[in-house]
């Protein structure tokens, strides 16, 4: 099969920055193998958040919900099914803030089974966050402390009110997941003044190369 071309859109950004064209083709051939899907948070990633981009970029799924202003832990769920139901190759997720939680979440019912691992970035501490908007996400408490039944990397910052660098440790010693430390890099979200963020690009590469050979588990049909 010849390498996917790149979109040539796709390594644009709102923020001015941009993507490495030659890094995206590099990604998405390492990440043939796999469905790629994209997992918001709270306010569901608009179009200059790096989400957006690396989906353009990745030409990935992306999880739609309902409300993205009032979420409902249950409706979430439904929403991040629905989406992984339509993937035919093993799932890598790239979930943000509250849609990490909700992976790690969701995740504590599975087998793993179909899944090839998760990049979860800032996942939102639904205990203790100090954002003012913390009262939103209280419903998708409590965090779980067991851990993911797939390979996985945590990306947290050092000055993110969403989540304290000493919790995000605590989160990846439960959830055996590798820990980035992207210095102070805010909630690593639209706000942060990242753009298409392409040294996360960097990260997630380095993640993919070291998931092992998933291509013989493909997802449960629904």
């Not at 790149?6 to 644009?12: H, L, Y």
């Not at 909700?102 to 691992?117: D, F, H, M, N």
Request: charged share 20%; proline share 9%.
């Amino acid at each position: 099969m010849p390498p996917a071309r790149v979109p040539p859109d796709a390594t644009a950004s709102g923020h001015g920055t941009r993507l490495s064209p030659a890094k995206v083709q590099r990604l998405r051939n390492l990440l043939s193998p796999y469905d790629t899907v994209i997992v918001p948070g709270l306010h569901g990633s608009g179009p200059d958040h790096w989400q957006t981009r690396w989906q353009i970029a990745l030409a990935s799924r992306r999880v739609t919900q309902k409300d993205w202003e009032e979420p409902v832990y249950e409706t979430w769920v439904a929403g991040l099914e629905k989406t992984i139901h339509t993937c035919r190759r093993p799932i890598l997720f790239i979930a943000h803030s509250l849609g990490a939680v909700l992976v790690a979440r969701w995740a504590q019912s599975q087998s793993g089974r179909g899944i090839a691992g998760a990049f979860l970035v800032a996942p939102a501490d639904v205990e203790t966050a100090t954002a003012p908007e913390r009262d939103r996400i209280y419903g998708f408490h409590p965090l779980p402390r067991t851990p993911l039944p797939f390979p996985a990397t945590l990306v947290a910052s050092r000055n993110d009110n969403w989540l304290a660098f000493a919790r995000a440790e605590d989160l990846a010693a439960a959830w055996r997941a590798s820990l980035v430390d992207v210095g102070a890099s805010g909630h690593i979200g639209g706000t942060s003044g990242l753009g298409a963020w392409d040294a996360g690009l960097d990260r997630l590469t380095r993640f993919v190369r070291a998931l092992p050979d998933g291509t013989s588990h493909r997802p449960t049909s629904a």
